[in-house]
Structure formats: C-alpha cells, structure tokens
C-alpha cells in the first residue's frame, strides 16, 4: 500500500484537503450519499473500518451515529490530520487508528472517493479484507467512474477509451498514480470473498456521475 501513501502525501497536505473537500458542495453532496448508503446498511452498534479514511470526515460521522470506527491511513499527513479531526472521538474510543495492518474484526468496510482506485490490482486487497469482513458483511467502495463522460474532454480519457472497451480498465500516467476500472474488473477480482451485490448509478446515470458506489457483500 505503499504507492497510495505517496500518492496522497504527493497531491495534498491534510489540512489542504481537508479544506478542499469540507468546501466543495459537489464533493459534500456526493459524501453524504455515501455516508447515507454506509449508515442505512448497517446494524444497531456495528462497528466499521473506514479504509483510506483521510482525515476521519467519514470515521467521525460514524462514530455520531453509534459505529465504533476502525480508521486506516496510510499517509502520514492524513494521518496527523485525522488525529485533530477525530481527537475527541479518539480519546473516547470511538475511532481508533490502525498501523502498518488491518487489525480489526469487523461488519463493514467503507472506501470513499477512490481509494481503491489508487490499487493496480485488487484482488491481494480483497483477500486481505475479507479475513476482515464477518460473513454477511460488506463492503461499501466510491470509486471513479470510467465512463463518466465529462472526463471525454480530457486527453488521456480519449487516448485510454480503447483499453477500456477490450479490458474494462486503463492507466495514465499521473502524480496520484489513478487507475480506471469497470465495475465488472473488480468484481473479479473481490470473488470469491464477496459478490457486488449494488451498483450506483446504473444505465445511462452512469455516464453523468463522476463516480460509482460499489457495493460488495461477504460470501
């Protein structure tokens, strides 16, 4: 996991982003359709591990509704970051911070906008969460949509359309180091621990959502 701290620390500090994505009224619409789908699939006192959790905007507002919240994040000035945003939370045991490995048993496993998208493969991940994952439980990915079509005024999404229609899936070469994935691509790669049990959107709403809710369930 060792490219996705570096992408993180490479594009922004954690105040920064922080900033960026407390201010964004798209970004703060498309959190709380993700916090809403999370929290309405969970059970009276679930716990969850909130991976790649930022700096803990999602984690705290678990622990409100209840969910002791296992947080793992990898790079560092997220980190130091969701130590401030989560202090309270954190010293009340509601949010507790994982190391180097997933140490946790849990319901739940949520991964807001596109932290899966920063793996090349996923199907180590898969298998690491679903020692993780109780069976029955889920889950619950935001991931970039590939065939969002406001991309196509990009270049590298023009230039990657091809690769995407033979493999469902395409690399560009960035500082965040992004990969694109058909929902197909990692459903594979989550069997046979978990099945994708939802997509959203779906049909023609995919082409106009910048990003994807998958949802996977443990078998």
Known sequence: MGRYREAIDHVHTGAQYHRIFMSSKRDVAVRDRFQRMALGLLGNGDEILDFGAGTGIDAKAYAARGHRTFVYE???????????????????????????????????????????NHFADHVALFEQLAGVVGEGGFVLASMLNPYYLGDARYGWWRRNLLALVRHGRYTFDTASGVHRFAPGVVARAAAPHFRLERMAPRGLGMVASLYMFLLFRRV
Do not use: W
Not at 88 to 109: H, N, P
């Open 74 to 116: 990898p790079a560092d000035s997220m980190r130091e970051y969701l130590e401030i945003h989560c202090r309270d939370e954190i010293a009340g045991g509601r949010v507790i911070a994982l190391e180097a490995r997933l140490g946790c048993k849990v319901q739940a496993v949520t991964a807001n906008f596109a932290v899966l």
